[in-house]
Structures are given as structure tokens and as C-alpha cells.
């Protein structure tokens, strides 16, 4: 599965921006994040199949994904953007998302979008 990721640049906080990540097959996507200095952190997980979508607390009710399976498209939007979301955005595909937040569940990951937000 090859994956490519893009959306990322610069908001001000409470800003939105939205991540794409096209990829070259029907698969469960996650996003992670990566910021300077902090481990990798899991944000969110969809199936291809009816949806079924999960987010870590730090983003709920501020990030919301969804796909568009005609394109093999997953986005993420980001609303309510602050400065500690600056990291660097990747998404990832695996065979599911029961384990979404263990990235060793993932076997392809995109190269990675960097997010900033600052004032």
C-alpha cells in the first residue's frame, strides 16, 4: 500500500486545517502525530467497510476523520487547532483497527505532513 499524505502548514489557535491521505488501495487508515521532543502519539483509526472510527481524548471533539472510498481517500479535520497540536502528521495502514493506537499494527506509513500552530 503506498500512501500520501497532505494538508499540513501553518493555523493560528483555534484555527482548522484538514490532512489528506490518498491511498493506493481500500485499507484502515490511522493518523498519528509526531512532536519535537515527544513520542509518537496515535490520534485516530477508520474502517474502509462502514466507517467505525476511534480518537484519543487529546483530539476528540476537536478532530474529526472520515474517507471518501471512491478516491481511497482519508482526511483528517482539525478544528479548534492549539499550539501543542505542532507535530508532525502521519497516516498509516493496517488490517484493522482493534489495536489502532499500537502503531506496530501498522505495515505502510506516509511520509508525514508538519502541522504548525502558532500565533
Known amino acids: 500500500v503506498q500512501l500520501q499524505a497532505s494538508g499540513g502548514g501553518w493555523a493560528q489557535p483555534g484555527g482548522s486545517l484538514r490532512l489528506s491521505c490518498e491511498a493506493s488501495?481500500?485499507?484502515?487508515i490511522g493518523w498519528f502525530r509526531r512532536a519535537p521532543g515527544k513520542e509518537r502519539e496515535g490520534l485516530s483509526c477508520?474502517?474502509?467497510?462502514?466507517?467505525?472510527?476511534y480518537y484519543t481524548t487529546s483530539v476528540k471533539g476537536r478532530f474529526t476523520i472520515f474517507r471518501e472510498n471512491a478516491k481511497n481517500t482519508v482526511y483528517l479535520q482539525m478544528n479548534n487547532l492549539k499550539p501543542e497540536d505542532t507535530a508532525v502528521y502521519y497516516c498509516a495502514a493496517g488490517p484493522q483497527c482493534s489495536n489502532w493506537l499500537n502503531s506496530d499494527e501498522y505495515e505502510y506509513w506516509g511520509q508525514g505532513t508538519q502541522v504548525t500552530v502558532s500565533s
Open positions: 488501495e481500500v485499507t484502515y
Open positions: 477508520i474502517s474502509p467497510y462502514d466507517g467505525t472510527s
